[in-house]
């Protein structure tokens, strides 16, 4: 193998390794230092080195921990330095210790959940918890972040460096909470994950190495949490949902790669055992006693397949569902998805009176979903001029190819 193809490798295995076992890596040396902004330091470190050294020596026959091993050192280092005027010696000593014990080549524990449950602490402001899971955990950057939550990056990456140092200061441990703290946390956790599948389900086709990762890893945290908390009816909502929309992924792009809607996808390529599986989830759900956000965006996904299997129109019992949503949520994106379903029981204009409940929101201005669906409303009103100008915004705003170019053939129907 010649010296760039040997280059090339390492470069891929380092970055591989960086997407598979990030959060997991963070989890683990935060776990033992209390501080996670030193544990991403070291790691990022790490990784470096990783590209440095791999390349001249190979790459070695356990990569994570390899990492993990250079990280710990690093980690030391950067506390060292850190609080130099604030810490014992002894207390560093204790730190040492607590980072190597895990063998070099032994299986790194996976704290994923336990990072994520510390990062909900009552101590951190609740605006932050959800984003700085998805940084420390799941590995995404404030710019991608910020735009989940409709937020600018500046100001989602200051409240991430104060949300990473009020752990630090308030000592917050890396552990899952005890069964009475669960209910103020558990929401949270469940919020973080969800972006993150979301997230991942901007690239359908799969194509989006970094994405398709992000969403196996959010499919593995709900099982994770649904595993620990079999009875917390949301948790399995959460991971219902998601597998829903998981099985659908092969139809939403057709032999040409165009984006194809839900309302007129092929069934037969729909994983039917992962809908088997996310509707006994809402079944064990519903005979828990309480229903929630997750449940009914369950129950939501759950009729949108029984009308495509059917064929039988079910929009009255979609639109009482997403009432129901709106009154517990609020929010807009719910709005939004709910004046669809009232389009089609009474019509595109008292759809269009619905979206102004919430059109007053300037987060809006920036979101796409929100003029393609009304751009989509006002071509059902005959209003193609404004319709024209909604899809203007809707394209402009639009990153994915495919959707971009069906929102463009939408608009190049509407009359001249």
Not at 267 to 289: C, F, K, N, R, Y
Request: aromatic share 6%; proline share 5%.
């Amino acid at each position: 193998m010649s010296l760039p193809e040997r280059d090339a490798q390492a470069h891929d295995t380092a970055d591989a390794v960086a997407r598979r076992s990030y959060g997991k890596l963070v989890a683990f040396l935060s776990a033992r230092t209390r501080d996670v902004a030193a544990a991403e330091d070291a790691l990022s470190e790490a990784f470096a080195a990783a590209l440095t050294e791999w390349p001249t020596n190979g790459c070695p026959s356990n990569p994570e921990a390899w990492l993990l091993s250079v990280a710990r050192r690093k980690a030391i280092d950067i506390a060292r330095g850190r609080r130099r005027h604030e810490i014992a010696a002894e207390r560093l000593q204790v730190m040492a210790e607590g980072l190597d014990a895990a063998a070099p080549d032994a299986e790194i524990p996976d704290q994923r959940l336990a990072l994520m449950f510390a990062c909900a602490h009552p101590a951190i402001e609740a605006g932050v918890r959800a984003p700085l899971m998805l940084q420390v955990v799941v590995g995404l950057d404030a710019k991608m972040i910020a735009s989940a939550f409709l937020m600018s990056p500046s100001a989602m990456g200051k409240r991430l460096v104060r949300a990473k140092s009020k752990i630090r200061q308030a000592g917050i441990p890396f552990s899952i909470p005890e069964r009475e703290e669960l209910p103020g946390r558990l929401d949270t956790v469940l919020d973080a994950i969800y972006a993150a599948f979301t997230e991942g389900w901007t690239d359908p086709g799969g194509t989006d190495v970094v994405r398709r990762d992000l969403t196996e890893e959010a499919l593995f945290l709900a099982r994770l949490v649904a595993e620990l908390l079999p009875e917390e009816p949301e948790s399995l909502g959460l991971l219902a949902l998601m597998l829903h929309a998981e099985a659908r992924r092969r139809a939403r792009r057709n032999g040409d790669d165009e984006y194809v809607p839900l309302g007129i996808q092929d069934p037969a390529l729909w994983d039917w055992q992962m809908i088997g599986e996310a509707e006994a989830l809402l079944v064990h759900a519903s005979t828990l006693g309480s229903i929630g956000r997750y449940q009914l965006e369950g129950a939501l996904q759950s009729a949108h397949v029984d009308r495509c299997r059917t064929g039988h129109a079910n929009w009255a019992e979609v639109v009482q569902l997403y009432d129901a949503l709106f009154a517990l949520a609020g929010s807009p994106v719910v709005a939004i998805n709910r004046a669809l379903a009232i389009a089609e029981v009474h019509g595109a204009n008292i759809a269009l009176e619905a979206m102004q409940e919430v059109a007053v929101d300037v987060r809006l201005a920036e979101y796409q979903p929100y003029w393609a669906v009304r751009a989509e409303l006002l071509a059902r009103t005959g209003a193609h001029d404004e319709a024209r100008r909604a899809y203007d915004i809707a394209i402009g705003l639009e990153r994915d190819p495919a959707v971009r170019r069906f929102l463009q053939r939408r608009q190049s129907a509407l009359p001249a």
